[in-house]
């Protein structure tokens, strides 16, 4: 029986941890890209709908890339192979509620795009690349 309460104290410690890690960073424009490299490094596309724009003005690619998690593991697997090794480059503030982040992506991180993001609610989603 003692075994028992261990294992689920531990069952629930484990599971609440795993529950809070996945609330996504989006209090910059970087770290809200951040957060999407995140997901292809690790696999875990269960939080990359929070990164949308609540107010459904993304392009249909950021749209993509949100509905990753219900997607084909094809999709899937094409985004982690061109994002694992992505990374941020430059964050520019356009204004208060709207920045662009330049980034290199690709198979060898050879690519450069710009991701462009929306501040709402003291939170950045991704827009527009």
């Not at 957060?35 to 249909?60: I, M, Q, V, W």
């Not at 899937?76 to 980034?103: C, M, P, W």
Request: proline share 3%; net charge positive; aromatic share 12%.
């Amino acid at each position: 029986m003692p075994n028992k309460f261990i294992l689920c104290c531990f069952l629930f410690l484990y599971t609440s941890k795993l529950s809070i890690a996945q609330v996504p960073k989006q209090n910059s424009p970087r770290n809200t890209l951040e957060e999407a490299f995140k997901a292809a490094r690790t696999g875990n596309f269960s939080y990359l709908h929070l990164l949308c724009d609540p107010e459904g003005k993304n392009d249909g690619d950021t749209q993509k890339l949100c509905n990753l998690q219900n997607g084909t593991l094809a999709d899937k697997l094409d985004y982690r192979v061109q994002f694992k090794l992505a990374h941020s480059l430059e964050e520019k503030y356009i204004d208060e509620n709207g920045a662009t982040v330049t980034f290199k992506f690709g198979k060898k991180a050879q690519l450069f795009e710009t991701m462009l993001l929306v501040k709402r609610d003291d939170k950045w989603y991704l827009i527009s690349f």
